[in-house]
Nanobody, 128 residues
Framework: VQLQASGGGLVQPGGSLSLSCEAS????????MAWFRQAPGKERQFVAAITWSGGSIYYRESVKGRFTISRENAKNTLYLQMNRLRPEDTAVYYC??????????????????????WGQGTLVTVSS
């Protein structure tokens, strides 16, 4: 499975960006999907996750109400709409896929170790 993330860039505080992650070579509709981020010198951090059907969605507390994760299985694509961006949102954003549906049932979904496939990352910089 290959995951290709895109959509990063430079944005001012308070601005918006939309990330995409296109999957190929696998059965996208059967995967639990997530976005993680990693700032320089810091560990990779869970941002949001969505179950295979889109029926359940989870966010880290600091992005609730600002970020929206979604997926379009017919297009093999995962999205992350980011609004009201803050400087502390600056990081490389990664999409990830897990083939095990049980991962999404508990907070293990927040651990990078539970994901089988990763995109290459896209840089988001929030700065004035």
């Amino acid at each position: 499975v290959q995951l290709q993330a895109s959509g990063g860039g430079l944005v001012q505080p308070g601005g918006s960006l939309s990330l995409s992650c296109e999957a190929s070579g696998g059965t996208f509709r059967s995967y639990g999907m997530a976005w993680f981020r990693q700032a320089p010198g810091k560990e990779r951090q869970f941002v949001a996750a969505i179950t295979w059907s889109g029926g359940s969605i989870y966010y880290r507390e600091s992005v609730k109400g600002r970020f929206t994760i979604s997926r379009e299985n017919a297009k093999n694509t995962l999205y992350l709409q980011m609004n009201r961006l803050r400087p502390e949102d600056t990081a490389v954003y990664y999409c990830a896929a897990t083939t095990r549906r049980t991962v999404m049932l508990t907070r293990t979904r927040e651990s990078p170790n539970e994901y089988d496939y990763w995109g290459q990352g896209t840089l988001v910089t929030v700065s004035s």
